[in-house]
């Protein structure tokens, strides 16, 4: 079956560092990628997503790269800020119904 | 426009106990998708409900139910509540089965 596994956290960062989330997965055919972000006490909130290979998706400043060869969908950030503190996690929907498949999730902890 | 709601909020049941969990999904949004997120984990797809009818299911135990009703808000049932149950169940409403999933904030059920 579907499978994403994502590097585990906690990731903690200082202000305007550059941020690499790891996110691998195992699929048979081209699924669709996402990334969620999880704020305390809130549910998920899509990041960016892409629908093929190559596809980059972005938002807020944050960047994932489809690559199929290997199988990889990592989140990158060239400067974070505190307020990007959070869970953010990884998955993948294919087939009928796009039901998500997720990683089980990096805390992000920025500092000041 | 409203966007995904759910209700309770926070739940406190005891095992052996039913509990019933309500969506209201995104004005026109006709697929309602739940998913359970123990504590430190991913989400895990329970079920999705399309025009009413289930449209597919994961790995989850009969016990675990659902319904979806003409204007298409829907309920999540659990009966013979067992302590492993104690999760954030997630509810996502998208535009039909093909489109992005919008996720409401969640209800918190505790088993005791």
């Known amino acids: 079956g579907n499978s994403v596994t994502q590097m585990e956290g906690p990731v903690t960062l200082s202000e305007e560092a550059f941020l690499t989330i790891n996110c691998t997965y195992t699929a048979t055919g081209y699924p669709s990628l996402f990334w969620y972000v999880q704020y305390p006490g809130e549910g998920l909130q899509l990041l960016l997503k892409?629908?093929?290979?190559?596809d980059k998706g972005s938002n807020k400043g944050f960047e994932a790269t489809y690559r199929k060869e290997t199988t990889s969908f990592h989140l990158e950030k060239g400067s974070v800020q505190v307020s990007d503190s959070a869970v953010y996690f990884c998955?993948?929907?294919?087939?009928?119904?796009?039901?998500?498949?997720f990683g089980g999730g990096t805390r992000l902890m920025v500092k000041p | 426009e409203t966007g995904v709601t759910q209700s309770p909020t926070h739940l406190i049941k005891t095992r052996g106990q039913q509990v019933t969990l309500r969506c209201s999904s995104q004005?026109?949004?006709?697929?309602v998708s739940w998913y359970q997120q123990a504590l430190g984990q991913g989400p895990q797809f329970i079920f999705q409900?399309?025009?009413?009818?289930?449209?597919g299911r994961g790995n989850f135990p009969p016990r675990f139910s659902g319904l979806q009703f003409p204007n298409y808000s829907s309920e999540l049932n659990v009966n013979a509540l067992e302590l492993d149950d104690s999760a954030l169940y997630l509810c996502?409403?998208?535009?039909?089965?093909?489109?992005?999933?919008?996720f409401g904030p969640g209800t918190r059920l505790t088993v005791t």
């Open positions: 892409a629908t093929k290979a190559d």
């Open positions: 409900y399309y025009r009413e009818e289930e449209n």
């Open positions: 998955a993948l929907s294919q087939g009928a119904g796009n039901m998500l498949t």
């Open positions: 004005s026109g949004h006709n697929t």
């Open positions: 996502a409403s998208s535009l039909d089965t093909t489109y992005e999933q919008y």
